[in-house]
């Protein structure tokens, strides 16, 4: 009994020591980071242990700065918020995890997130399919261009000449454009998006059995290659039309970051973390898979020239069955979001009331045909018309991309014909093209982790508008580079501007010109991708409603099917002497087409943030939407509702006032 009040007074004395030390301390942290100008990066490197530094005694209050603080429920200093530190902290930078302030918006790097492993997942199935695509449609020109057998030793099968098979390619490129519509519909209302792509793939693996069949040496001389091609283009256009418009946005989707937030490094710079910037790295990834499978035309070229086409095109379907096999192995690691059904009819049906209203799409809302007077039935809230009007700007910017996509079919089709008629030094005149994934594979890396952080440490904007501008000139000069080339055939003996088609010649001396001439046009065609193909794919998804995705994928893609039609449109002129004409007038068209880019859409540069806001609005709302009546068929990694995305999206629901019936 004796001992106790000593050990009473011994803790006494020993919390009143205490008390004064983390007084003390609490206020020279807030303090003086104000009279010491410490810096963010400093203040966050400090350690605070319990009952030392960072917590504060539940005694009573502690005068912090001239400011009486309630200290009753203590906090780690390092999650008080910036007010509890007094007006003398109100400058405070905001903590690691937050949202940045506006001033640090300005001023902060902004760096990507850390990517999941399921986007580096999709990305090798599409490097599958891609090299696939690229496989088969590397040897086409010279398989329908040139006879078996040719007199002047290049490899071929069907004898069309270099109209008829730059018409069949266009073609191709057209219908593999086209069905990405169908692929869109089917993902977006029925099957979601990873359904599509794997029933699609067994469709596309169909086509390209049939063409290995059709491509053996004995079905070529029974005159069998011609309609198995054309059904092979049909088959497997439809095939990757399911996969291309669901691949893009299933790769993003696999990220699931939607607002800005600071981080500290370990060097102790502070950073923001950007969804918009880990979206454009997700897709220059994308781009550069894309490229490292398009390559396969450099073995594909070489083997149709050694061992036949139907061994070429016989490795694309062992490859595009390991694509598969991916897909397969993969699926419990996917971020699956189910389909929603009427989204597209709804959709289209707002767009219709926004039409019956000259054009104001504030018609379709809920809340404008309440305030006067409800005419229309609409089972949509207003953030789904906001996010059509979002939809509907990308649209607008992808109606210039026809153009962009009949100059870059050039290097699919035309290009390989003018390497034909030039010295190739024991080469295949197809396996040129492989210098445009080259530069991409070279570039990307340098854009990604040089230019584009340059420009950010900087504070220099260059926004989609922007880069998408700069592909369209990139695209002009090489077509320009294209008409210097071939010029330089003409006036090269020993044809001059009648290539392989003069006495002199026998029809088999080319033009006395190096091939190697021709790099620098594929070069710039690589660059042009750079900024205008993977902005495109990156501004189809971000400007999309979540629910929409793979629909306005597709939209963005259909432009390609134009640029084919367009491409099939100028085919006559694809003969000599008028190629020079046909490079100048596609240049002249392109620069063109740049500048009215630019003047019609520089002005979303400056709405480009605000616009993207609206896709963490339209996440809580498709999340609500799945609550509220899809919630057995929530969003999902490998079939199984994600629970922490369903509370987090009920909680958003319920203070937004989001919960509503499905659209």
Same mark, same amino acid.
């Not at 500290?264 to 918009?276: A, N, Q, T, W």
């Not at 039935?377 to 009007?389: A, G, H, R, S």
């Given at each position: 009994m004796a001992g106790k009040p000593t050990s009473r007074w011994f803790a006494s004395w020993k919390r009143a020591i205490i008390d004064t030390f983390t007084s003390s301390s609490i206020k020279y942290t807030a303090i003086e980071m104000n009279e010491r100008s410490v810096g963010p990066a400093?203040?966050?490197?400090?350690?605070?242990?319990?009952?030392?530094?960072?917590?504060?005694?539940?005694?009573?209050?502690?005068?912090?700065?001239?400011?009486?603080?309630?200290?009753?429920?203590?906090?780690?200093?390092?999650?008080?918020?910036?007010?509890?530190?007094?007006?003398?902290?109100?400058?405070?930078?905001?903590?690691?995890?937050?949202?940045?302030?506006?001033?640090?918006?300005?001023?902060?790097?902004k760096v990507s997130d850390k990517l999941p492993w399921s986007a580096f997942l999709v990305a090798m199935v599409e490097l599958c399919e891609r090299f696939t695509y690229y496989g088969l449609s590397g040897p086409?020109?010279?398989?329908?261009?040139?006879?078996?057998?040719?007199?002047?030793?290049?490899?071929?099968?069907?004898?069309?000449?270099?109209?008829?098979?730059?018409?069949?390619?266009?073609?191709?490129?057209?219908?593999?454009?086209?069905?990405p519509i169908l692929g869109a519909i089917v993902s977006d209302q029925y099957l979601g998006k990873y359904n599509t792509i794997l029933y699609f793939s067994i469709v596309y693996s169909c086509g390209v059995l049939i063409l290995v069949c059709t491509a053996l040496p004995t079905a070529i001389e029974h005159g069998a290659a011609l309609g198995g091609i054309i059904v092979a283009m049909i088959v497997i256009g439809l095939g990757?039309?399911?996969?291309?418009?669901?691949?893009?946005?299933?790769?993003? /989707?696999?990220? #699931?970051?939607? $607002?800005?937030?600071?981080?500290? &490094?370990?060097?102790? *710079?502070?950073?923001?973390?950007?969804?918009?910037?880990?979206?454009?790295?997700?897709?220059?990834?994308f781009y550069m898979c894309i490229n490292v499978g398009s390559l396969s035309s450099i073995a594909t070229t070489e083997m149709e020239q050694h061992t036949g086409f139907w061994t070429a095109y016989l490795l694309c379907f062992c490859l595009f069955l390991v694509g598969i096999a991916v897909l397969l192995a993969g699926k419990k690691h996917y971020i699956v979001r189910p389909p929603r059904g009427s989204v597209i009819?709804?959709?289209?049906?707002?767009?219709?009331?926004?039409?019956?209203?000259?054009?104001?799409?504030?018609?379709?809302?809920?809340?404008?045909?309440? /305030?006067?007077? #409800?005419?229309? $039935?609409?089972?949509?809230?207003? &953030?789904?018309?906001? *996010?059509?009007?979002?939809?509907?700007?990308?649209?607008?910017?992808?109606?210039?991309?026809?153009?962009?996509?009949?100059v870059y079919s050039q290097m699919l089709n035309n290009f390989i014909s003018q390497a034909g008629v030039m010295e190739l030094h024991g080469i295949p005149n197809d396996i040129m093209q492989n210098i445009d994934p080259l530069t991409i594979i070279i570039f990307i890396p340098i854009m990604d982790r040089l230019v584009y952080p340059l420009f950010r440490k900087f504070g220099i904007p260059f926004r989609p508008i922007t880069r998408i501008t700069m592909g369209f000139v990139f695209a002009a000069l090489s077509m320009a580079y294209a008409a210097i080339v071939q010029h330089l055939i003409y006036i090269s003996p020993p044809c001059y501007n009648a290539p392989l088609a003069c006495p002199a010649a026998n029809e088999t001396s080319p033009n006395q010109v190096h091939v190697a001439v021709q790099t620098p046009a594929y070069l710039l065609i690589g660059l042009s991708e750079i900024f205008a193909s993977i902005t495109g794919l990156e501004y189809a998804f971000t400007k999309a409603p979540p629910s929409m995705k793979s629909f306005v994928m597709s939209?963005?893609?259909?432009?390609?099917?134009?640029?084919?039609?367009?491409?099939?449109?100028?085919?006559?002129?694809?003969?000599?002497?008028?190629?020079?004409?046909?490079?100048?007038?596609?240049?002249?068209?392109?620069?063109i087409t740049a500048g009215l880019f630019w003047i019609c859409f520089r002005k979303y540069n400056a709405t480009e943030e605000s616009?993207?806001?609206?896709?963490?609005?339209?996440?809580?709302?498709?999340?609500?939407?799945?609550?509220?009546?899809?919630?057995?068929?929530?969003?999902?990694?490998?079939?199984?509702?994600?629970?922490?995305?369903?509370?987090e999206a009920r909680g958003n629901a319920h203070s937004t006032g989001l919960m509503k019936n499905p659209v």
């Open positions: 400093e203040f966050h490197a400090l350690e605070v242990q319990p009952r030392k530094m960072s917590m504060m005694d539940a005694a009573g209050g502690t005068d912090i700065g001239g400011a009486e603080v309630d200290t009753t429920n203590a906090k780690p200093i390092a999650l008080m918020d910036k007010e509890a530190l007094g007006a003398e902290s109100s400058s405070l930078a905001s903590f690691e995890g937050d949202e940045p302030t506006e001033e640090e918006r300005h001023t902060l790097r086409f020109q010279n398989y329908i261009q040139n006879s078996y057998h040719d007199p002047n030793g290049l490899p071929g099968a069907i004898g069309l000449g270099e109209t008829g098979a730059t018409g069949l390619t266009d073609f191709f490129q057209f219908w593999c454009y086209v069905t990757t039309g399911g996969i291309k418009s669901n691949v893009s946005p299933l790769i993003a /989707e696999q990220y #699931r970051g939607t $607002k800005q937030t600071i981080k500290v &490094l370990k060097s102790g *710079e502070r950073v923001i973390v950007d969804p918009g910037v880990t979206i454009q790295r997700i897709y220059m990834i009819p709804n959709a289209f049906k707002a767009m219709w009331i926004g039409l019956r209203n000259k054009g104001n799409m504030e018609a379709a809302k809920p809340s404008y045909q309440e /305030e006067y007077g #409800r005419k229309y $039935k609409t089972p949509w809230n207003d &953030l789904f018309v906001e *996010e059509i009007e979002r939809a509907l700007v990308a649209c607008r910017v992808f109606v210039f991309y026809p153009i962009y996509w009949v939209i963005f893609l259909l432009q390609s099917a134009f640029g084919s039609a367009l491409g099939i449109a100028l085919a006559p002129t694809a003969k000599d002497p008028k190629l020079v004409w046909m490079y100048t007038g596609l240049g002249i068209a392109t620069i616009m993207n806001a609206l896709e963490d609005k339209g996440e809580k709302a498709v999340m609500a939407d799945q609550i509220g009546g899809l919630g057995h068929r929530g969003m999902s990694v490998g079939g199984n509702t994600d629970a922490r995305d369903m509370e």
